[in-house]
T-cell receptor, first 113, second 111 residues
Framework: DQQVKQNSPSLSVQEGRISILNCDYT??????FLWYKKYPAEGPTFLIS?????DKNEDGRFTVFLNKSAKHLSLHIVPSQPGDSAVYFC????????????FGQGTELSVKP | SQTIHQWPATLVQPVGSPLSLECTVE??????LYWYRQAAGRGLQLLFY??????ISSEVPQNLSASRPQDRQFILSSKKLLLSDSGFYLC??????????FGQGTRLTVV
């Protein structure tokens, strides 16, 4: 039962263009969502988060959008840079989930110069 | 500031041998603690999480167990490793249900 899904295993984008990474969830009780970036053989690092009371949160080149009715969130990176190449994970948690934090399968982003 | 320590960084163990991975957090009290595994080419699978000392929730029935003997210590164990236990194991801590911070991970290879 995959409660958090990232259906695109990979994405390739040209440097300077926008990268859009998508994430869907099934549990309507999720109320807090996070995006992480991960390099091989390292732990994930936190990028940006959003609470379910918002539909957008922006931090520099990174913006997360939340569409609660569609149970969908996306991460926009503008402009994309070669250093953004990594695997990106979305994660979700809910107030009634007992502290559980569920991750998607990840999307590997490749930003080409 | 808060820090998380996870060791060892790499481990090669024979099938049937025991396992003990340790994770400790500094600079915070009563964190939520997590063990995840990333198998080759896959996502982050939640194995165990703990909201307090002695409180362990298991997500996936498997050959592993977890313990939290102290507030900021989380241990992942196995009595007998299987080949399928190979993977990249990650410990994380989280406070007040917000952002989770990860350790550097342990690459476990069972041979």
């Amino acid at each position: 039962d995959q409660q958090v899904k990232q259906n695109s295993p990979s994405l390739s984008v040209q440097e300077g263009r926008i990268s859009i990474l998508n994430c869907d969830y099934t549990n309507s009780m999720f109320d807090y969502f996070l995006w992480y970036k991960k390099y091989p053989a390292e732990g994930p690092t936190f990028l940006i988060s959003i609470s379910s009371i918002k539909d957008k949160n922006e931090d520099g080149r990174f913006t997360v959008f939340l569409n609660k009715s569609a149970k969908h969130l996306s991460l926009h990176i503008v402009p994309s840079q070669p250093g953004d190449s990594a695997v990106y994970f979305c994660a979700a948690s809910g107030y009634n989930q007992g502290g559980k934090l569920i991750f998607g399968q990840g999307t590997e982003l490749s930003v080409k110069p | 500031s808060q820090t998380i320590h996870q060791w060892p960084a790499t481990l090669v163990q024979p099938v049937g041998s025991p396992l003990s991975l340790e994770c400790t957090v500094e600079g915070t009290s009563n964190p939520n603690l997590y063990w995840y595994r990333q198998a080759a080419g896959r996502g982050l699978q939640l194995l165990f999480y703990s909201v307090g000392i002695g409180q362990i929730s298991s997500e996936v029935p498997q050959n592993l167990s977890a313990s939290r003997p102290q507030d900021r210590q989380f241990i992942l164990s196995s009595k007998k490793l299987l080949l399928s236990d190979s993977g990249f194991y990650l410990c994380a801590w989280r406070f007040l249900g917000l952002v989770a911070f990860f350790g550097q991970g342990t690459r476990l290879t069972v041979v």
